[in-house]
């Protein structure tokens, strides 16, 4: 990985942060020194259990908190430096859990204006930009609709149509998928992959189904405040044994590829798709 | 307790421009101890179903007999009696607790159920030993103070201090993290092989209902599509693909595998039968 | 079912009213209700149920919708006929019992009955034809022009948008708060008075704590898209005046002038009333 400057999206650079309590004195840490970059164009996956800090690193790098300790620069601009907020905030975009708690307009359309509003763009470009982000999240038909009406996965994609429409570089995703049945949480990631593929996105996604991200360029794992792994989603899903005293899953074939290989079959340990098993097993 | 179901239509919003119909002319029996899966994607009609189960809701026609008794011709106060029998945990159940400690909050059911003092603290203590907490430890607590999972399990501690003989459950595991979905699907099983009550699970995953259920319930459009055991249901792949749910990652390689190995089993959806299967055949 | 009860009641038939710039419907309607008071004999009456029957038709609102919009507040309209037909002093023309009724307090009942009716009818008629986000946008300009008012325009349109957006929510809400509690035992439908307000609140807490919760992640999320207030903010939809804005707000002005002259027409209508 290089260190180009140019080519980094996120810095963050030893961050602690920590929560205050509300009757103990003592305050509850999220984050115990937290390194990590993102560079443009990347899909990062970041997995961890719940109260492993995810959620507190996601709002961290959107400017929602800051670090009691540490920097984070998003874009080249120090998230603490409270001329950036906004910059920050329109850069980084953050699509939210519950899609029910993110929308605020009762028209599909006025909710998807309502970032570029904020932002004070002109309202012909404004339009343009809701009818494209629209467009991008394949919801155009709904532009008239009433958020109520529409199922999770459908919502979820109001939300990100809302980001777009800022124009953001980066979009962060803490745990989108959680609230949604398959079918929601399919459309939902093929949003996602698009965005990334075909748009450039740099994408930052939060989750707790690991087969949302094995093709992600890279995945991290976090665990008491702290990042535990790093590397390729194969390099970090065959540490099997690893990832489970954690609390976490693996995805099927990578576990079953550990499970005959520990029964003395012959077979690689970085096995992740259904396609690989095959080939794995039919040789 | 076995539960049948005859023939239940229901129809929301009947007349209206609105009219929905959920539920047509259902028909099935839960036999008294079984462990019942139902899946279906949204608004197949599932949770409209489960909620006929212990009387929320009136059919528009048909009807649900619960030991041979039908629950819609019984008086208000009958009803009321029965929803102590049918337990239903609703989903997300944490956003039910209201009350100051934790104690209190799985109280409520049996105190509704008009039980005394000591009945009471004795089925409280037992359901939330029954969902893996300390009860000496969380039982003056606040039920907000917890963590999401634990307040989860208080929630389902809840229904089971009314001891059901029926545990319906709508997705208890939406929304956790790995750990917690594993925790809580085992304690479910726990309680179904030791009390012997007759569960209904509502699920999403099937990795989840293949692992634990004797027979699952596919529905779509608010009709049955199959009611059978795991391994005929997890053959029918491309019914369950034209209906958009979609069976366990194994069950899709062991069809595969099928064209090298034809004498493999197909009827395969748990990681640890997969194992078995692929060694058996590998090995000879 | 819960769910069903629509706010706002918007009854979007696509007519020359509905396409109206919010701004001159909700003009027209306070001069409305303003006219109303300043009448004082049945022609005023006569030509304001003219001019509501001629919106009606235009509006193309099924009669029977807006009738219906009445009768909740049959209740009301009965008590101040009452009231009125007994209470005020003056020639009695009838006596029932203890109780007499004088002719001006006939005359004050019937005022006052078609004005409460007109009241509801002009109103309703304003909600019917305007959507919610149309209103809330109309009333933000509006309220530009009182004063201390004006300087909280935005954040009030604000809280009225978003008060819209989850009313379904916490309806569903309220709904499976009811039922999750029903499977626990609680019973809602008999018992006291004072018992059951006391089962409210296994109802009232959890809704109340997801609200909080609800209104706290739209907050991070609004902050998250760059909300700061009214400040420099833009709109996508900007309000404009039309040709038909112009000629209603033409209309507007005849119809002022119209029912003052009213007031001043002194010929019976052959009967004392």
């Known amino acids: ?283 | 307790m076995s539960v049948e179901i005859k023939n239940l239509s229901h129809t929301y919003s009947e007349g209206s421009p609105f009219e929905f119909r959920a539920l047509k002319d259902i028909s099935i029996t839960i036999e008294n101890g079984s462990f019942i899966g139902i899946i279906g994607h949204t608004g197949s009609g599932k949770s409209t179903l489960i909620q006929h189960l212990n009387g929320l809701l009136t059919p528009t026609s048909g009807t649900v007999l619960v030991d041979g008794k039908d629950i819609f011709e019984t008086k208000k106060s009958e009803l009321i009696q029965l929803r102590h029998h049918v337990g239903l945990v609703f989903q997300y159940p944490e956003h039910q607790l209201f009350e100051e400690t934790v104690q209190k909050d799985v109280g409520f059911g049996p105190k509704n159920q008009g039980l005394s003092e000591d009945e009471i603290d004795q089925r409280v203590r037992q359901s939330i030993k029954m969902v893996g907490l300390d009860f000496d430890a969380i039982k003056d607590k606040s039920p907000f103070e917890l963590s999401g999972g634990q307040m989860r399990r208080v929630a389902i501690a809840g229904v089971l201090a009314m001891e059901p003989s029926v545990l319906i459950l709508d997705e208890p595991t939406a929304g956790l993290d790995p750990r917690g979905r594993e925790e809580i699907l085992a304690q479910i099983k726990s309680l179904h092989t030791q009390k012997q009550i007759t569960v209904v699970l509502v699920s999403h995953s099937m990795e989840d209902i293949g692992k634990m259920v004797d027979k699952i319930l596919v529905i779509n459009e608010g009709e049955v599509v199959f009611f059978d055991t795991p391994n005929r249901v997890f053959t029918e792949i491309s019914t369950l693909e034209s209906i958009g749910l979609a069976v366990p990652q194994v069950t899709y390689l062991m069809r595969r595998l099928k064209e090298k190995y034809p004498e493999i089993r197909e009827d395969i959806f748990t990681v640890e039968a997969a194992k078995k299967e692929i060694l058996k055949v590998i090995r000879g | 079912m819960l769910k069903d009860v629509t706010i706002g009641q918007y009854y979007p038939t696509g007519s020359v009213i509905h396409k109206l710039d919010p701004r001159t419907k909700i003009l027209f309607t306070t001069a409305f209700v303003v006219m109303l008071f300043f009448l004082n004999n049945l022609w005023g009456y006569l030509a304001t149920f003219l001019i509501l029957a001629t919106i009606t038709l235009l509006s193309k609102i099924p009669v029977g919708y807006i009738i219906r919009g009445i009768k909740g507040l049959v209740l009301i309209i009965m008590l101040t006929v009452v009231l009125n037909l007994f209470m005020t002093p003056g020639t009695t023309i009838a006596t029932l019992g203890p109780l007499s009724v004088t002719l001006e307090g006939l005359k004050v009942a019937t005022y006052m009955a078609l004005r409460l009716i007109f009241l509801v009818v002009g109103t309703s008629i304003m909600t019917l034809t305007t959507s919610p986000i149309d209103l809330t946008d109309g009333m933000e300009w509006c309220m530009r022009f009182i004063p201390f008012v004006r300087r909280y325009a935005h954040e009030l349109a604000m809280m009225m948008s978003i008060a819209l957006r989850f009313i379904p929510t916490l309806m569903e809400e309220t709904e499976r708060i009811m039922k999750a509690q029903k499977a626990r035992g609680a019973n809602f439908e008999t018992g006291s008075i004072i018992s059951r307000a006391k089962n409210l609140i296994p109802i009232l807490i959890p809704l109340f704590i997801s609200a909080f919760r609800r209104a706290d992640e739209l907050a991070t999320a609004m902050e998250a898209r760059c909300y700061r207030g009214g400040e420099n903010r833009t709109r996508m939809k900007q309000l404009a005046f039309e040709f038909r804005d112009h000629a209603s707000l033409v209309l507007m002005v005849m119809m002022i002038v119209g029912l003052y002259l009213t007031t001043m027409i002194n010929i019976p209508l052959g009967f004392p009333i």
């Open chain 1, 1 to 283: 990985m290089t260190m180009d400057v140019k080519n980094k999206m996120i810095d963050v650079r030893d961050v602690y942060f920590s929560y205050p309590h509300h009757n103990e004195n003592e305050a509850v840490h999220a984050l115990n020194g937290v390194s990590l970059h993102i560079e443009k164009g990347e899909f990062v996956g970041i997995i961890g259990h719940n109260g492993s800090g995810k959620s507190t690193l996601s709002k961290l790098l959107n400017a929602i908190i800051f670090p009691s300790q540490g920097d984070v620069i998003v874009s080249g601009l120090n998230t603490k430096d409270h001329q950036n907020l906004w910059t920050i905030r329109q850069t980084a975009g953050m699509v939210f859990q519950n899609p029910d708690n993110q929308l605020v307009a009762t028209i599909v359309e006025e909710d998807v204006a309502f970032g570029p509003e904020n932002l004070g763009v002109p309202p012909l470009e404004i339009r343009e930009r809701v009818d494209r982000a629209l467009a991008v999240v394949e919801m155009q038909a709904y532009a008239h609709q009433k958020p109520h009406q529409l199922s999770g996965g459908q919502k979820q994609r109001i939300a990100i149509a809302g980001i777009l429409a800022m124009e953001p570089e980066c979009i962060i995703f803490d745990e989108p998928t959680a609230m949604l049945d398959p079918s929601g949480r399919r459309e939902v990631m093929e949003t996602i992959k698009r965005l990334n593929r075909d748009k450039a996105m740099t994408v930052i996604h939060i989750t707790h189904f690991m087969e949302e991200i094995v093709d992600a360029d890279r995945v991290i794992v976090l665990d008491k405040g702290k990042v535990v792994m790093e590397g390729q989603p194969r390099t970090i899903f065959k540490q099997v044994k690893r990832l489970k005293e954690i609390g976490l899953d693996v995805p099927q074939m990578t576990e079953l590829a550990y499970e005959l290989r520990g029964e003395g079959l012959k077979i690689p340990d970085d096995v992740l798709s259904i396609e690989e098993m095959v080939n794995a097993l039919c040789q």
